[in-house]
Each structure stands twice: as C-alpha cells, then as structure tokens.
C-alpha cells in the first residue's frame, strides 16, 4: 500500500520537474528540495520573501558502502502535520508548542540500489532537516567520510562565531564579521541579513553521532565538518539510523532566535520517566576562591576543601536560602598540575582534610545539599572505570547533582581502548557524545542530576535527558579571575544570541568584587554590580551559583538580596528588546508564582531602554524593586554605584531602564495582594 502510494507521489512529483517544498504553519518559512541533473538533491530555505539558504548541498557518503550523494529519483515525499504541547519539567517555561509541517522525502536510486529518507520540519520559529539511512543491503557497520549538508548564506551576512575545532573546546570570545571571514566555527552560530532577519545554525538531538562545525567554502557557503575520530573515521553508524537534525532558526529580530523552542522539539521526549527529583535551584561553593589563588585545589596550607570551610559555606547557604555548596578539591589527585594529572584522580578517596561523610551530612541537617564535583582532566577512562563506585558513594551520602569536569585541550580526551592504547579524542566527537551520554544514565539511575563543565555543545538533549541540568561550554565567569584575560565588554551580550540559543549555561554570575587584584589591575570584572544582578534572569540555567565569597555578600547585603529572591525556575520567559552583541532586556514569571524578574544587560555603550510592562498580568499591582546603575556608574570608574528603588507599577505602564556603560539592570516585580493599599 505504502510502495503504491509512493508510485503515486512519484508520477506527481515527476510531474513537477522534481520539486518538493514544505512551508512553517505560519507560511512563512518555505524549504524546497529540488533533484539537479546529476540526481543529487539540493534544497533552498526562504523567510517571506527573503532567500535565506539558496541551491544548497545534501548528502551523505561512506568507506564500504555507495554513497547517497546522487543518482536519485524521488520516490515519494509524504508530507504531515503535527501540533501539540507538552510539558518541561523545568525549564524558560511550562509548556511548550510543538508546531510543525513536515515533509518526508525518500530518495531511490538504481544500481547499487539504496534509499536515502531526508526528513524536514517547517516549524513558524525554523526548520530542522535531517537523513534518515533505512536497513538496506550493504549498510551495516558504516563509516561516514562526508556529510555534504551545506548552507549558502547570503554573503554580505553578518556573523558571530567561535573557531571550531580549537584548541580551548568552546571557551573563547566571539568573533564578529562578515559571513565570508567565517572560517571553521562551532554552532550555535548566529547571522544577521541585510533586511534584518536573524538565523541561527545549530543541531538538534545529538546522539550517537559527532557534532558538526561550519566550514567556508567560499562566498558564504558554508558546509558540515563533522567532528573525527582518532583514527580519522567522521561516524561510525548502522543503518537504520538518523542523523541529528540540521537546525536553522529563523528570526525577523534578534529576540525571536531567543523567544524560540525549536531544538526542544526536535528532541525526543523525556526518557527518564518520573525525574521530580531533578531539582532546580541556587547553589554557592568553595570554587572562586581558587580561582582567585587565594586558595588551592590540591592539598597544602592553602587547600581550599577543607571540611571547616566546607561547613562555614553550608552555613551560609543555610543562612541565606540556598540549596547546594559545590566543594571542588575534595578528592585525591589534585597535587601537582591538575590539568595534566587526569590518569591519577580518585572519585572516592576524599583528601585527609575532608571527612566528606561528614560534610554531606551536616549539609542535610541544615537542610542543604552537598554537590558533588568530578573533574577528570580530560582522562575519560580513568573516569569511567570509577564511574559506579564514585555515583554509588554520592548516592549514599544523599548527593543529587554532580558538576563534572572535562580540562583538556580540543582534541585531547584520553581514551583507553581494550588493548590498553591511549587514544585522543575531540569533545565534540562520536565518542565524546556518547561518553557524557553514559554519565547521564548511570546518574539517572541514582537520582542525580549533572552539570558539565567542558562538555559537548548543547543540542536540546535535556528535553530527553532532564536531569543534563545545565553545563558550560562557553567563556564563562571564570575567565574574570586571576589567571586569565577577562571577559570582553561585549561578551554577555554577545552569548544571550548565541551559546545561549543551545541551551542552559552555567555562567556563575553574581560576582560582588569586581576588581579582587585592585582597582588598578586589568584583571577583573568588567561589568557594573547591577549588570551582575540582572545575569540571574538575563542567562537562563536552572541551577544558577552565586560565585563570590560569602563575605563579599554580606558586605552589600541590599544587592545580596536579588540574588537571595530571583528563583531559577520559570513559568514564562520573554526576550523583549535588544540587538546581538549589545545589548537584551528579558524578563521572566516564576514558576507557580506570580512574580515576574527582569533583567536588562548592555555592551561598553550606556544605552536607556523603555519597556513596556505589558506582560504583567493585566489588574494588578506590583510592587517593582528595581537594582539599577546609579547616575555616575561606569563598570570602570564606578561599577559598584547602584540606584534602589521600589515603586508600584501595572501592566499599562512603560519602564524606562537607563544601563551606563558595561551596566545593567535587575527588577523585581512583586505581585500585591488586591485590595493592599
Ligand atoms: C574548569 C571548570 O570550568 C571550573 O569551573 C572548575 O573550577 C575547574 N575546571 C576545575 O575543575
Ligand atoms: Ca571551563
């Protein structure tokens, strides 16, 4: 029935001159496949009337089997369509709409015969594409050695990106130029068109397969460069097997690539079944300190886990209403260069100075939680071999999320293979994608949640996976501290349109002395205090640290207490207003709550904002507490100058937020009780 139907569609499409299209439920987003003269298919992605992706490549070929580049008639092309909700269990938001044409084309070619399935979903906010290799004669046991997947980007496109492939994995500034001056770059990537429109290329759903980076091939054309293998193979696949999706996000402004929830719903959903334990929160930790090298990961005077200190944070968690301390240094292996040190690491000898039974145990009498902390240093093996026993230890002592990390240079993940070989893979490989899917389910089974710092890009997988609670993969705070150059100006701004499109960043906002060498040093924060405020709401993570020292809390406890009131977890969230790499104005309602939080974050430029209230609910008062720059601020000369205010506002009214230069700005919007004078 299905091989008539097909027959059918073929006569049609022939018909046609071999031309398929799919548009988005809105009709704005149109991607047509067409077939060249050689057979192999080439596929075009408007926005209304704007070329977006023009005569653009497809295909995939392999060592030992025929490739599905070209030679191909259409055999049938099936078209669905799909709307549905459907429910995060944490998240920017509740509920989620997943609304979507697709079109299903089977590509048939003769002699060797093989079939090739390219699958694409026009959803109003973008497109996901992807191959699909059913099981067929001669595809078992495959090596990919190209995806030919290209995106012909108008050229004169602007383009914010981060080298791909480099050596330190993600954690780089951004890059703005035209789209030809791209050279090798990860995804997200972010383009801007000359008529305005925003397009993010990304994936969706990486499973079991390697990441792919953009390559220029010149004048705009940029084509998938699948991550390799050690010894060179780009996937080892079986057919039947899919692809991740292709995903290009479509825009008419720069908030609409953050107002989006197209990679969630090219994702699978929840595999986990019931994951309420999976909580979201706010944590602080003995982390800074040994950024700033006031204290030291490995053991000595300095050592900065120590089971004293690791209580005086509990302390203060418990004091200030936090959930977790993160205590990194705990464990044995740390003493010398950590960074090199990855075969040595023990995931369950706690170092003599830290009774971590102890530890965690006072953190549940004090109703918080100790978090666990596994950095591996890049040597995988020697990680996954302690992988049971090291959960297994956390799970006794009532741990439920774990920050684990990857320090090695791109490429340079040690990997043991069963003849006892070292092996150096890439973070973003088939191996790698697999390995921190492996530490997901081990953790699942016990209960916890992971953070990753140094891990894969993030591709929507938490929609499958609930308890990847958040990760870094990105320049993040650290890189504010003592042994690095600090962040640029621009950088925040710059990561809300892009890192920030894949996923949940653990960042580590919130830090309070900005300038810790001195007010003379180049080292330092390079954003004012409210700027840092305004980062709980501005990046979104479900686990968000307050990263400074506690001390430095408590000597400005009236900023102190946005921290201590902003939540982690939302209802709702909106983008409002902004512009890549300057500046954006987000705000959020809590979840089951009635508060909504706002946060405003500006480049070096001091910009005034106004913002409509609109998205208070309608009839009521709030009570807005609004942490803004003070007249003078300036992140260099006056970062500390904040203005305090409270004052009631409603829906109809419009806010006008001054951010000074390298500023920002938090509020609070307090829903009052009707009838409160
Ligand atoms: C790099 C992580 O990003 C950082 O947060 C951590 O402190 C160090 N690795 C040590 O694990
Ligand atoms: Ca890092």
Do not use: C
């Amino acid at each position: 029935m299905a091989m008539r139907r097909g027959w059918f569609i073929l006569l049609l499409v022939a018909a046609m001159g071999h031309a398929e299209s799919v548009s988005s439920p809105d009709g704005r987003i149109t991607v047509a496949v067409t077939l060249n003269d050689a057979g192999a298919p080439r596929y075009s992605v408007t926005f209304g009337e704007i070329a977006v992706v023009s005569d653009s490549a497809l295909g995939l070929s392999f060592a030992d089997a025929p490739d599905l580049v070209s030679g191909f008639e259409i055999a049938s092309a099936e078209t669905r369509s799909a709307d549905s909700t459907w429910e995060q269990p944490w998240g920017e938001r509740r509920t989620v709409r997943d609304h979507y044409n697709e079109l299903a084309l089977t590509l048939a070619a003769a002699s060797p015969e093989r079939e090739l399935v390219i699958r694409i979903r026009a959803h109003d906010d973008g497109v996901g594409l992807r191959y699909e290799v059913p099981e067929q004669p001669a595809y078992e046991a495959l090596v990919v050695t190209d995806e030919l997947t290209e995106f012909r980007m108008p050229s004169d496109a602007r383009a914010w990106w981060i080298p791909g492939r480099g050596w330190n994995r993600y954690e780089f500034h951004y890059t703005e130029s035209v789209v030809t001056d791209l050279t090798l770059a990860h995804t997200p990537a972010t383009f801007r068109l000359a008529d305005g429109v925003h397009v993010s290329l990304h994936e969706a759903a990486l499973v079991d397969y390697p990441a792919y980076v953009l390559e220029q091939r010149g004048f705009g054309a940029l084509k998938t460069n699948l991550t390799p293998w050690s010894n060179g193979d780009l996937a080892r696949v079986n057919a039947p097997f899919a692809t991740p999706w292709r995903t290009i996000h479509l825009a008419a402004d720069a908030t609409g690539l953050i107002n989006s929830d197209l990679l969630l719903n090219l994702n699978a959903p929840n595999a986990l079944g019931d994951v309420s334990w999976v909580r979201p929160g706010k944590y602080v930790g003995i982390w800074w300190e040994m950024h700033l090298d006031i204290a030291t990961w490995g053991s000595g005077d300095r050592h900065g886990a120590t089971t004293e200190n690791a209580k005086r944070y509990i302390d203060f968690a418990a004091n200030h209403g936090f959930d977790g301390v993160l205590v990194e240094g705990w464990n044995t292996g740390w003493d010398g260069d950590w960074t090199a040190n990855g075969s040595v690491f023990s995931f369950t000898e706690a170092s003599e100075d830290f009774d971590i039974e102890a530890v965690a145990g006072y953190a549940l009498e004090r109703g918080v939680r100790l978090i666990g902390h596994h950095e591996t240093s890049g040597h995988v093996s020697n990680y996954e071999s302690q992988l049971d026993d090291a959960l297994d230890l956390y799970e006794r002592l009532g741990v439920t999320q774990i920050k684990t990390g990857y320090v090695a240079n791109g490429g340079d993940l040690q990997v043991e293979d069963d003849s006892g070989e070292l092996r150096r893979e890439w973070h973003d490989g088939q191996f790698a994608v697999g390995h921190f899917i492996r530490v997901l389910e081990a953790a699942a089974k016990r209960g916890i949640s992971i953070n990753t710092h140094e891990p894969v890009k993030d591709t929507g997988l938490r929609r499958t996976y609930p308890n990847w609670i958040t990760r870094e993969g990105a320049r993040g705070q650290e890189y504010n501290a003592a042994w690095a150059e600090p962040n640029a100006l621009n950088h925040n701004a710059t990561l809300v349109y892009t890192r920030f499109l894949s996923g949940p960043m653990d960042f580590t906002p919130g830090i309070f002395d900005l300038m810790h060498q001195g007010s003379d040093a180049t080292r330092r924060v390079q954003s004012t205090l409210a700027h840092q405020l305004a980062l709980y709401v501005v990046f979104y993570s479900p686990v968000q640290m307050a990263a400074d020292l506690p001390q430095n809390y408590l000597a400005r406890p009236e900023a102190f207490q946005f921290i201590k009131d902003v939540p982690a977890d939302w209802e709702e969230s909106i983008a409002i207003a902004g512009s890549v790499g300057e500046y954006l104005v987000q705000t959020r309602r809590e979840r089951a709550g009635d508060d909504w939080f706002l946060g405003g974050i500006t480049d070096g430029t001091a910009r005034e904002v106004r913002v409509s209230l609109g998205f208070l609910s309608p009839d009521t008062r709030y009570e807005a507490q609004l942490y803004a720059d003070g007249a003078d601020a300036h992140w260099q000369s006056a970062p500390y100058e904040m203005a305090l205010s409270t004052r009631e506002v409603t829906a109809g009214e419009t806010l006008s937020l001054r951010m000074a230069p390298g500023g920002g700005v938090a509020v609070r919007f307090r829903r009052l009780p009707a009838g409160d004078e």
